[in-house]
């Protein structure tokens, strides 16, 4: 289903579209604050690992006879 989405033109639309939008002045900006974005997100994913649900958690979710 999403196999041929990333395809070279397509990002060659995209970016042309984020430029008319954004302007070249502020494409760097927004590009280096993405990144960032996406950098502490990782960190964040790999420091703090998903704690596994608790009993009270459990208990809401079973269904009622």
């Known amino acids: ?9 397509h990002l060659v639309v ?4 984020a430029l008319l939008v954004f302007g070249p ?3 760097p900006e ?7 974005g996406i950098r502490a997100l990782k960190e964040g994913m790999k420091d703090n690992p998903p704690a596994p649900p608790s009993n009270e958690q459990s208990k809401n979710t079973e269904p009622k006879s």
């Open 30 to 36: 927004l590009g280096k604050g993405l990144g960032e």
């Open 1 to 9: 289903m999403l196999e041929g989405l990333f395809q070279p033109m």
């Open 25 to 27: 002045k502020k494409l």
């Open 14 to 17: 995209i970016f042309l579209i």
